[in-house]
């Protein structure tokens, strides 16, 4: 594409899945020398339970919508920062690590990743996150994705997903 940088965008959360994609997107963008979009979608709280001046009230602990997005923006960061310090990733990025641009937006994941997607070359997400049935091999949110986006997706299983199942006799 003349004219711009090849660009990967992934969903990120603090599940396996979401890390195993990090990984890969990261890796995918080192080699292709693409930069990415690290993106972590977040629900604000129901604004019903906004306390004086917007504060949110979780329990005892009172936060701001500003708050509560840069604790995300604050925590996808550390992934990312993680995720880059990795042997697998840091070997894999011989030239140095891709340019990463991390946002964190409020809004469900699946219509945010694939709004985010609308001028990428990928769009990298985990195969589950943190949703109620974890045992479904694709999560609502890969789902939606890839029935959605407008770029070719990679779902990305973690590690332990991967472990040959045994055969039977």
Known sequence: MEGRSALVVVGVDDSAGGRAALRFALQDAARRG???????????PDPNVWGPEGAVIAGRVEQTPAQVHGAVRTRTQEIVDEALAEPAVAERAVAGPPPVTVLAVAGSAGEVLVHAAHTADLLVVGSRGHGAVRSAVLGSVGLHCVLHAPCPVTVVRPAHDREPVAARP
Do not use: G, L
């Open 34 to 44: 693409a930069r990415v979009d690290v993106v972590a979608a977040f629900r604000m």
